[in-house]
């Protein structure tokens, strides 16, 4: 079981390791061939003029792709972006910032922690710990992926909205409802369908491991549950203080039934006052707590003479000690 939990550890360990250092591997990059099939899937059913689409297809295929924007690395994008001051009057675009940079720094911190917690946690909680922060770093960067786009296209379409209206003319409003039905939202599509395509190696890569991470946890936190579960029911025990079993400890394990006969009973004990089939005892680990229910003519007795009632499961703590019939041998639960 150690080396299972060492080799899970290590396995999250390295995928997150990995996911972390993709803040150094683009993230962005953007080419003409992106912006030419981004274009003819937004603009396809607008008439253009004759051959426009055929010179965007072009200028841009084959060996004649340009970058338009270098591949950008995760620490380089967050550094550019709180380097960059945006205009107060663009409130939209400036959420946009904000919201990548914030995003992106969440995502790492995450990994980061689930790294901390599966090496440093104490058995279940560190499993819990570790599939819920690389859950956080996953969906942190992939609503990049979700969200981002659709800031920025509204971003573009809000600021093209409000140049176009700036001194309030009439006929400007007009125009800019006009173009907002057309062109406008177009353009919003344009730039959601770009980000989209343009995400690169270093983005996907860390999703790809988070994912990969968090797997290897949820493993890990099954094998926890599991281990307690079977470490429940083996710490369910009886003692035997008087009679046949006097200082033995009997391990119940699902439950055992106590009894004369072998045939119906797993604990045998011999007396005129046991019954073929006298009692069981079963233990609950969610309360911690025993379940005795008594078969027998006789009856089983808590210590001090009540007698328990009979086919009647009852819950009783940890420590209480029961008599087989009223003269029978004596046990302590636990």
């Keep these: 079981m150690k080396k299972k939990n060492l080799i899970i550890k290590i396995l999250i360990t390295i995928f997150m390791v990995v996911a972390l250092a993709t803040m150094f591997m683009p993230y962005i990059s953007v080419t003409s061939e992106d912006i030419a099939d981004a274009f003819n899937e937004v603009f396809e059913d607008f008439e253009t003029?004759?051959?426009?689409?055929?010179?965007?297809?072009?200028?841009?295929?084959?060996?004649?792709?340009?970058?338009w924007l270098k591949p950008q690395s995760g620490a380089k994008i967050v550094k550019d972006l709180c380097d960059i001051s945006v205009d107060k009057n663009f409130k939209k675009i400036h959420n946009v910032k904000i919201f990548v940079i914030v995003a992106l720094i969440i995502a790492w911190t995450f990994?980061?922690?689930t790294i901390v917690v599966c090496w440093l946690g104490n058995k279940k909680v560190k499993h819990i710990l570790s599939v819920i922060f690389s859950t956080l770093a996953l969906l942190m960067m992939f609503s990049v992926f979700v969200f981002l786009p659709r800031m920025a296209g509204n971003a573009i379409i809000v600021s093209v909205e409000e140049s176009l209206v700036d001194d309030g003319d009439i006929a400007e409003v007009v125009v800019a409802d006009t173009l907002k039905?057309?062109?406008?939202?177009?353009?919003?599509?344009?730039?959601?369908?770009?980000?989209?395509?343009?995400?690169?190696?270093?983005?996907?890569?860390?999703?790809?491991?988070?994912?990969l991470a968090l797997a290897v946890s949820i493993y890990g936190l099954i094998i926890a549950c599991k281990k307690g579960d079977a470490k429940s029911l083996?710490?369910?025990?009886?003692?035997?203080?008087?009679?046949?079993?006097?200082?033995?400890?009997?391990?119940?394990?699902?439950?055992?039934?106590?009894?004369?006969?072998?045939?119906?009973?797993?604990?045998?004990?011999?007396?005129?006052?046991?019954?073929?089939?006298?009692?069981?005892?079963?233990?609950?680990?969610?309360?911690?707590?025993?379940?005795?229910?008594?078969?027998?003519?006789?009856?089983?007795?808590?210590?001090?003479?009540?007698?328990?009632?009979?086919?009647?499961?009852?819950?009783?703590?940890?420590g209480t000690i029961i008599r087989i019939g009223k003269k029978g041998d004596t046990f302590r639960l636990g």
């Design 234 to 318: 083996l710490g369910a025990k009886i003692t035997g203080l008087s009679g046949m079993y006097d200082g033995a400890v009997v391990e119940i394990g699902d439950g055992i039934v106590i009894g004369r006969d072998a045939n119906v009973s797993q604990l045998i004990l011999s007396g005129e006052q046991v019954s073929r089939k006298h009692c069981k005892v079963d233990y609950n680990k969610q309360t911690g707590k025993y379940m005795i229910t008594d078969y027998s003519s006789n009856g089983t007795y808590i210590l001090g003479g009540k007698r328990l009632d009979e086919n009647v499961p009852t819950e009783l703590d940890k």
């Design 181 to 211: 039905d057309t062109v406008v939202d177009k353009l919003g599509d344009f730039a959601r369908l770009l980000l989209n395509n343009s995400l690169n190696i270093g983005y996907w890569l860390f999703v790809i491991c988070s994912t």
């Design 49 to 67: 003029d004759e051959g426009t689409e055929e010179n965007i297809d072009e200028n841009d295929a084959g060996d004649n792709i340009k970058t």
């Design 111 to 113: 990994a980061l922690s």
